[in-house]
């Protein structure tokens, strides 16, 4: 049985018909990929936040955005608009945190996640994850850019997935290792016969990877999305939101420290 302190609970604070959405798992990862990717579909489709997600084991925190109070963990919702009606989803969820989940909480929270996915009659759920990559693609490129040099990756949860999703469009992930919540996720996503992709992104371990985010997001577009994206601003807005997001995790590091402790910019936790 898990302890009081992993117990994860989603409370609906607007109840609307998700059926057939794309849920997003917003969680950190390497080179904040995934929060990244969420953060930039929450702005650019301008989702309304249907809920939240409460753990005794999540950070006690309250982030202010525009004089509003936010959950560490909170739930959008939005329709995107695909260039031809008909192709592409018509709705996506997105799990946003800026925060690392502890890893005693990780196992329930993914297991929450795709409960809920799965009771509101979601098709699929994707989890956007950096790759630390010993090639050459991966040396620092902090600059403005194309993204051809990203290689991006993907797995999938089921045969049905690979077959239409993976095979025909990005780089089967064949031999390695998915940790944390996307690892979770493409194995209880198995054990259900429930789709679960992940798309993996050559990233840098030790900041945030703007470009690897922007090569996810059009990876994801051009897969599931369909809609019109330009990549040159595409690439600034990943990397805006990668300014704010190290931002918010220094703040939250220099506060949950003594005051004669140094500066950080690690998480509150991992």
């Given amino acids: 049985m898990p302890s009081a302190a992993d117990t ?156 239409l999703y993976i095979d025909p469009n990005t780089i089967p992930f064949n031999e390695g290792v998915i940790t944390g919540i996307a690892g979770v996720l493409l194995n209880e996503g198995r054990r259900r016969g429930f789709d679960v992709l992940t798309f993996l992104a050559e990233a840098q371990a030790d900041y945030p990877d703007a470009r690897a985010a922007a090569k996810v997001i059009e990876t994801i577009n051009r897969i599931l999305l369909h809609s019109a994206v330009d990549p040159v601003p595409l690439y600034a807005e990943a990397e805006r939101i990668e300014q704010q997001l190290l931002q918010i995790q220094r703040r939250a590091a220099d506060r949950a420290r003594p005051e004669s402790m140094a500066p950080t910019s690690q998480p509150m936790y991992r």
């Fill in 8 to 163: 994860v609970r989603i409370y609906e604070i607007k109840r609307v018909d998700v059926e057939g959405a794309i849920v997003i798992d917003g969680f950190p990862s390497v080179g904040l990929v995934s929060s990244i990717v969420a953060n930039y579909l929450v702005d650019t489709l301008q989702m309304e936040q249907i809920g939240i997600v409460e753990s005794a084991a999540f950070p006690t925190v309250s982030l202010v955005r525009s004089g509003i109070p936010q959950h560490p963990v909170r739930i959008y919702m939005g329709r995107p608009k695909a260039e031809r009606s008909g192709l592409g989803a018509d709705k996506i969820v997105a799990f946003v945190s800026e925060f690392h989940p502890a890893p005693t909480v990780i196992l329930p929270l993914a297991t929450a996640i795709l409960d809920w996915a799965q009771e509101q009659r979601c098709s699929l759920l994707v989890s956007p994850e950096g790759l630390v990559v010993e090639s050459p693609t991966t040396p620092a490129r902090k600059g403005r850019g194309g993204l051809g040099d990203v290689k991006v990756f993907g797995i999938a949860s089921t045969r049905r997935a690979r077959d």
